[in-house]
């Protein structure tokens, strides 16, 4: 799965040895998003996952503010002074693996009878 995911690719990213890069924080919400998608995928479907979605999410709710702050962070490097400019960088970076996410979701499909173990396996490609 996680080669299908080939956004992180598209991303220059400064290598750091403790801290959470660029990179890895636009792969992480590609993980939050898909899980989310994920979740109304099922839903639709009539297979309640709403009730797993919102305890992973306040499982991993500190990584995703990091990942947050991490895009934020970024934009900063890169000249964008702002609130709203980081603003701009961080949608832009969401729309991109929102689109990535559905993309896969078409082809892939999620595996809604088994949805926990599946946002499960997705902390397991997690960056830190």
């Known amino acids: 799965m996680k080669a299908t ?3 992180s690719a ?3 990213s400064t290598p750091s040895c403790f801290a959470l ?3 890895g924080a636009t792969e992480n919400l590609l993980y939050f998003e898909h899980a ?3 979740s109304d995928y099922c839903e639709k479907r009539n297979i309640p996952t709403r009730q797993v979605l919102k305890a992973w999410q306040a499982q ?3 990584l995703f503010r990091q990942t947050i702050e991490t895009v934020r962070t970024e934009g900063k490097k890169r000249g964008l002074a702002t609130e709203q400019e980081q603003d701009a960088l961080l949608f832009e970076v969401m729309n991109m ?3 990535t996410a559905k993309e896969h979701m078409a082809r892939k499909g999620v595996p809604c009878a088994k949805f926990s173990t599946y946002i499960d396996g997705l902390t397991g ?3 830190r």
């Open 36 to 38: 989310a998608l994920g």
């Open 10 to 12: 598209l991303l220059v």
């Open 97 to 99: 693996t929102t689109k």
């Open 5 to 7: 995911f080939a956004l």
């Open 125 to 127: 490609y997690f960056k």
């Open 60 to 62: 991993h709710e500190p």
């Open 21 to 23: 890069t660029f990179a």
